[in-house]
Protein backbone atom coordinates (compact mmCIF):
# COMPACT_ATOMS: atom_id res chain seq x y z
CA UNK A 1 0.00 0.00 0.00
CA UNK A 2 1.24 3.21 -1.10
CA UNK A 3 1.79 6.74 0.81
CA UNK A 4 -0.59 9.25 0.51
CA UNK A 5 0.20 12.63 -1.36
CA UNK A 6 -1.36 15.33 -3.12
CA UNK A 7 -4.59 17.04 -2.36
CA UNK A 8 -6.61 15.89 -0.13
CA UNK A 9 -10.27 17.31 1.33
CA UNK A 10 -11.97 17.02 4.24
CA UNK A 11 -15.19 16.46 2.75
CA UNK A 12 -17.62 18.58 4.50
CA UNK A 13 -20.87 17.00 5.38
CA UNK A 14 -24.05 17.99 4.13
CA UNK A 15 -27.54 17.61 6.30
CA UNK A 16 -31.03 18.17 5.24
CA UNK A 17 -33.23 20.28 7.75
CA UNK A 18 -33.33 17.27 10.56
CA UNK A 19 -29.69 17.80 10.64
CA UNK A 20 -29.73 14.11 9.24
CA UNK A 21 -26.46 13.28 6.70
CA UNK A 22 -28.15 14.14 2.93
CA UNK A 23 -26.66 11.31 1.31
CA UNK A 24 -27.24 12.99 -2.24
CA UNK A 25 -25.10 16.44 -1.72
CA UNK A 26 -22.96 14.44 -0.42
CA UNK A 27 -22.04 12.15 -3.21
CA UNK A 28 -22.82 15.00 -5.96
CA UNK A 29 -20.09 17.11 -3.81
CA UNK A 30 -17.77 14.56 -3.89
CA UNK A 31 -17.85 14.04 -7.97
CA UNK A 32 -17.20 17.91 -8.22
CA UNK A 33 -14.25 17.54 -6.00
CA UNK A 34 -12.71 14.47 -7.90
CA UNK A 35 -14.17 16.32 -11.28
CA UNK A 36 -11.21 18.99 -9.62
CA UNK A 37 -8.47 16.94 -9.54
CA UNK A 38 -8.32 16.37 -5.79
CA UNK A 39 -6.40 13.31 -4.87
CA UNK A 40 -8.93 12.28 -2.54
CA UNK A 41 -10.97 12.80 0.71
CA UNK A 42 -11.18 12.50 4.17
CA UNK A 43 -14.43 11.38 5.74
CA UNK A 44 -15.28 13.33 9.29
CA UNK A 45 -12.66 15.69 9.20
CA UNK A 46 -13.06 18.72 11.46
CA UNK A 47 -14.74 20.22 8.38
CA UNK A 48 -17.24 17.60 8.04
CA UNK A 49 -18.11 18.25 11.70
CA UNK A 50 -16.88 14.70 12.02
CA UNK A 51 -17.33 14.68 16.31
CA UNK A 52 -20.94 16.40 15.82
CA UNK A 53 -21.99 12.67 14.48
CA UNK A 54 -22.39 9.16 16.62
CA UNK A 55 -20.22 6.27 15.78
CA UNK A 56 -22.95 4.58 13.82
CA UNK A 57 -24.13 7.29 11.85
CA UNK A 58 -20.66 7.64 10.81
CA UNK A 59 -20.64 3.97 10.11
CA UNK A 60 -23.57 4.36 8.14
CA UNK A 61 -22.07 7.07 5.90
CA UNK A 62 -18.44 4.65 5.45
CA UNK A 63 -21.46 1.87 4.42
CA UNK A 64 -22.61 4.28 1.59
CA UNK A 65 -19.09 5.28 0.48
CA UNK A 66 -18.28 1.63 0.02
CA UNK A 67 -21.71 1.10 -1.72
CA UNK A 68 -20.26 3.74 -4.31
CA UNK A 69 -17.27 1.40 -4.92
CA UNK A 70 -14.51 4.60 -4.55
CA UNK A 71 -10.87 3.66 -4.79
CA UNK A 72 -10.21 2.69 -1.29
CA UNK A 73 -6.81 4.57 -1.79
CA UNK A 74 -8.87 8.21 -2.53
CA UNK A 75 -10.23 7.50 1.14
CA UNK A 76 -8.83 8.49 4.15
CA UNK A 77 -11.59 8.36 7.47
CA UNK A 78 -11.63 10.60 10.39
CA UNK A 79 -11.83 7.67 13.09
CA UNK A 80 -10.57 9.45 16.89
CA UNK A 81 -12.76 9.78 19.33
CA UNK A 82 -12.17 10.52 23.18
CA UNK A 83 -13.65 6.96 24.26
CA UNK A 84 -10.47 4.34 23.25
CA UNK A 85 -13.43 2.11 22.16
CA UNK A 86 -15.32 3.92 20.04
CA UNK A 87 -12.09 4.72 18.34
CA UNK A 88 -11.68 0.76 17.59
CA UNK A 89 -15.43 0.32 16.85
CA UNK A 90 -14.98 3.18 14.21
CA UNK A 91 -11.61 2.23 13.00
CA UNK A 92 -12.95 -1.86 13.06
CA UNK A 93 -15.24 -1.11 10.62
CA UNK A 94 -13.35 1.37 8.62
CA UNK A 95 -10.75 -1.49 8.22
CA UNK A 96 -13.55 -3.83 7.16
CA UNK A 97 -14.70 -2.15 4.25
CA UNK A 98 -11.14 -1.49 3.13
CA UNK A 99 -10.41 1.54 4.41
CA UNK A 100 -7.13 1.58 5.85
CA UNK A 101 -6.10 5.33 6.03
CA UNK A 102 -7.27 6.89 9.18
CA UNK A 103 -6.76 10.19 10.35
CA UNK A 104 -6.75 10.28 14.38
CA UNK A 105 -7.35 12.68 16.64
CA UNK A 106 -5.95 12.21 19.99
CA UNK A 107 -8.40 11.81 23.00
CA UNK A 108 -9.41 15.13 23.51
CA UNK A 109 -11.51 15.51 27.26
CA UNK A 110 -8.77 14.92 29.59
CA UNK A 111 -5.98 18.15 29.07
CA UNK A 112 -2.32 17.73 29.11
CA UNK A 113 -2.26 14.44 29.43
CA UNK A 114 1.13 12.48 29.64
CA UNK A 115 2.92 11.17 27.03
CA UNK A 116 3.15 7.80 28.83
CA UNK A 117 -0.67 8.29 28.89
CA UNK A 118 -0.93 9.40 25.01
CA UNK A 119 1.09 6.36 24.34
CA UNK A 120 -1.16 3.66 26.21
CA UNK A 121 -4.05 5.18 24.24
CA UNK A 122 -2.53 4.83 20.41
CA UNK A 123 -1.18 1.48 21.54
CA UNK A 124 -4.64 -0.10 22.97
CA UNK A 125 -6.28 1.24 19.79
CA UNK A 126 -3.52 -0.22 17.85
CA UNK A 127 -3.94 -3.75 19.42
CA UNK A 128 -7.45 -3.94 19.15
CA UNK A 129 -7.85 -2.91 15.75
CA UNK A 130 -5.35 -5.63 15.19
CA UNK A 131 -4.92 -5.27 11.89
CA UNK A 132 -1.46 -5.15 9.81
CA UNK A 133 -3.17 -2.63 6.70
CA UNK A 134 -3.97 -0.11 9.19
CA UNK A 135 -2.42 2.88 8.46
CA UNK A 136 -2.35 6.15 10.86
CA UNK A 137 -2.06 9.81 10.13
CA UNK A 138 -1.84 11.20 13.77
CA UNK A 139 -3.94 14.37 13.32
CA UNK A 140 -2.09 17.32 15.45
CA UNK A 141 -4.78 19.99 15.86
CA UNK A 142 -4.02 21.57 19.86
CA UNK A 143 -6.35 24.77 19.08
CA UNK A 144 -9.61 21.90 19.39
CA UNK A 145 -8.44 19.13 20.80
CA UNK A 146 -6.52 20.84 23.90
CA UNK A 147 -3.57 18.18 23.21
CA UNK A 148 -0.59 18.74 20.78
CA UNK A 149 1.25 15.82 19.62
CA UNK A 150 4.86 16.85 19.56
CA UNK A 151 7.62 15.39 17.68
CA UNK A 152 9.31 13.66 20.77
CA UNK A 153 5.12 11.79 21.12
CA UNK A 154 5.57 10.60 17.25
CA UNK A 155 9.01 9.51 16.87
CA UNK A 156 8.05 7.78 19.87
CA UNK A 157 4.87 5.89 18.12
CA UNK A 158 6.70 5.37 15.33
CA UNK A 159 9.68 3.44 17.00
CA UNK A 160 6.78 1.09 18.58
CA UNK A 161 4.42 1.22 15.78
CA UNK A 162 6.61 1.95 12.63
CA UNK A 163 3.68 0.10 9.85
CA UNK A 164 1.19 1.89 11.89
CA UNK A 165 1.84 5.24 12.80
CA UNK A 166 3.17 6.86 9.18
CA UNK A 167 1.31 9.83 8.83
CA UNK A 168 0.55 13.74 10.59
CA UNK A 169 -1.84 16.23 9.68
CA UNK A 170 -0.91 19.25 10.92
CA UNK A 171 -3.32 21.81 11.32
CA UNK A 172 -1.72 23.42 14.58
CA UNK A 173 -0.47 26.27 12.26
CA UNK A 174 2.73 26.06 13.90
CA UNK A 175 5.11 25.52 10.79
CA UNK A 176 8.05 25.08 13.42
CA UNK A 177 6.30 21.77 14.72
CA UNK A 178 5.65 21.01 11.08
CA UNK A 179 9.54 21.34 10.61
CA UNK A 180 10.56 19.32 13.50
CA UNK A 181 8.08 16.31 13.34
CA UNK A 182 9.91 15.97 9.35
CA UNK A 183 13.32 16.81 10.92
CA UNK A 184 12.68 14.10 14.30
CA UNK A 185 10.52 11.49 12.12
CA UNK A 186 11.93 10.96 8.56
CA UNK A 187 9.91 9.20 5.87
CA UNK A 188 7.02 10.75 7.65
CA UNK A 189 4.10 11.07 5.37
CA UNK A 190 3.26 15.02 6.62
CA UNK A 191 0.12 16.97 5.26
CA UNK A 192 -0.49 20.77 6.96
CA UNK A 193 -3.61 21.42 7.54
CA UNK A 194 -3.99 24.59 5.50
CA UNK A 195 -2.72 25.37 1.95
CA UNK A 196 -0.79 28.20 3.05
CA UNK A 197 1.99 25.91 3.77
CA UNK A 198 1.98 23.66 0.87
CA UNK A 199 5.14 25.47 -1.16
CA UNK A 200 7.04 25.31 1.68
CA UNK A 201 5.92 21.35 3.18
CA UNK A 202 7.00 20.25 -0.56
CA UNK A 203 10.12 21.98 -0.46
CA UNK A 204 10.64 20.81 3.22
CA UNK A 205 10.21 17.06 1.89
CA UNK A 206 6.12 17.06 3.31
CA UNK A 207 3.24 15.32 1.01
CA UNK A 208 0.62 17.82 0.14
CA UNK A 209 -2.07 19.33 2.05
CA UNK A 210 -5.32 18.33 3.82
CA UNK A 211 -7.45 22.13 3.12
CA UNK A 212 -10.90 22.16 4.83
CA UNK A 213 -11.00 25.29 2.12
CA UNK A 214 -10.43 22.64 -1.07
CA UNK A 215 -14.46 22.09 -0.74
CA UNK A 216 -14.42 25.03 -2.90
CA UNK A 217 -10.65 25.78 -4.39
CA UNK A 218 -9.87 22.48 -5.15
CA UNK A 219 -8.33 22.97 -9.18
CA UNK A 220 -6.84 26.34 -8.23
CA UNK A 221 -4.99 24.27 -5.23
CA UNK A 222 -4.47 20.91 -7.18
CA UNK A 223 -2.64 23.47 -9.61
CA UNK A 224 -0.37 24.76 -7.17
CA UNK A 225 0.62 21.80 -5.99
CA UNK A 226 1.25 20.53 -9.64
CA UNK A 227 2.97 23.57 -10.82
CA UNK A 228 5.40 23.21 -8.03
CA UNK A 229 7.59 20.49 -9.59
CA UNK A 230 7.33 22.43 -12.99
CA UNK A 231 7.99 25.94 -12.54
CA UNK A 232 8.90 27.64 -9.04
CA UNK A 233 8.00 31.20 -10.67
CA UNK A 234 4.92 30.09 -11.49
CA UNK A 235 4.03 27.96 -8.43
CA UNK A 236 5.16 31.10 -5.86
CA UNK A 237 2.35 32.70 -8.23
CA UNK A 238 -0.24 30.50 -7.61
CA UNK A 239 0.70 30.32 -4.05
CA UNK A 240 0.09 33.32 -3.63
CA UNK A 241 -3.37 33.39 -5.00
CA UNK A 242 -4.65 30.32 -2.99
CA UNK A 243 -2.73 31.77 0.03
CA UNK A 244 -4.84 34.74 -0.47
CA UNK A 245 -8.29 33.34 -0.40
CA UNK A 246 -7.08 30.43 2.22
CA UNK A 247 -6.84 33.76 4.59
CA UNK A 248 -10.01 35.75 3.81
CA UNK A 249 -12.28 32.79 4.34
CA UNK A 250 -10.67 31.67 7.48
CA UNK A 251 -11.54 35.36 8.73
CA UNK A 252 -14.65 34.35 9.50
CA UNK A 253 -15.87 30.51 11.00
CA UNK A 254 -14.53 28.53 8.24
CA UNK A 255 -17.00 25.64 8.15
CA UNK A 256 -20.06 28.17 8.04
CA UNK A 257 -17.70 29.98 5.51
CA UNK A 258 -17.23 27.62 3.40
CA UNK A 259 -20.96 25.85 3.14
CA UNK A 260 -22.07 29.31 2.84
CA UNK A 261 -20.13 29.77 -0.70
CA UNK A 262 -21.60 26.35 -1.71
CA UNK A 263 -25.28 27.13 -0.77
CA UNK A 264 -24.89 30.97 -2.54
CA UNK A 265 -23.00 29.47 -5.70
CA UNK A 266 -25.37 26.40 -5.83
CA UNK A 267 -28.64 28.27 -4.84
CA UNK A 268 -29.18 25.56 -2.56
CA UNK A 269 -30.31 26.65 1.21
CA UNK A 270 -30.29 23.01 2.49
CA UNK A 271 -26.52 23.47 2.63
CA UNK A 272 -26.28 25.80 5.32
CA UNK A 273 -27.13 23.76 7.66
CA UNK A 274 -24.73 22.62 10.52
CA UNK A 275 -25.18 20.59 13.78
CA UNK A 276 -24.99 23.15 16.90
CA UNK A 277 -23.63 24.42 18.34
CA UNK A 278 -22.13 25.69 14.95
CA UNK A 279 -24.32 27.93 12.88
CA UNK A 280 -24.73 30.04 9.72
CA UNK A 281 -23.28 32.84 8.98
CA UNK A 282 -25.16 35.93 9.47
CA UNK A 283 -26.35 38.01 6.44
CA UNK A 284 -24.12 40.46 7.44
CA UNK A 285 -21.00 38.35 7.93
CA UNK A 286 -21.59 36.44 4.40
CA UNK A 287 -21.34 39.71 2.84
CA UNK A 288 -18.20 40.77 4.49
CA UNK A 289 -16.86 37.24 3.10
CA UNK A 290 -18.09 37.75 -0.16
CA UNK A 291 -17.02 41.55 -0.04
CA UNK A 292 -13.52 40.05 0.84
CA UNK A 293 -13.52 37.58 -2.15
CA UNK A 294 -14.66 39.25 -4.88
CA UNK A 295 -11.22 40.08 -6.78
CA UNK A 296 -10.32 36.49 -5.85
CA UNK A 297 -9.59 33.35 -8.28
CA UNK A 298 -11.55 30.37 -6.37
CA UNK A 299 -12.78 27.15 -8.21
CA UNK A 300 -16.40 27.78 -7.24
CA UNK A 301 -17.31 30.57 -8.99
CA UNK A 302 -15.73 29.56 -12.35
Known sequence: MGRLKGVWVPILTPQKDNLS??????????????????????????????????????????????????????????????????????????????????????????????????????????????????????????????????????????????????GYKDSSGNWENTKKVLKLCPGITMFPGSEVYLSKVLAAGGAGVISGTANVNPSNIKETYNVFFKDQNMAASHQDDITAFRRAVQSFPLIAGLKGLIQHHRSDETWKNMRPPLSALSHSEFDQLLNSIQSLKYTLAD
Open 21 to 166: IDRDRFFNHLQWLFANGIDGIVIFGTNGEGTSFSITERMALLDWVKDENIPSEKIMVGTGCSAFSDTVTLSQHAVSHGFYHQLMLPPFYYKNPSQTGLVSYFSEVIQRINDSHLQIYLYNFPQLSGINLDAELVAKLIEIYPRQII
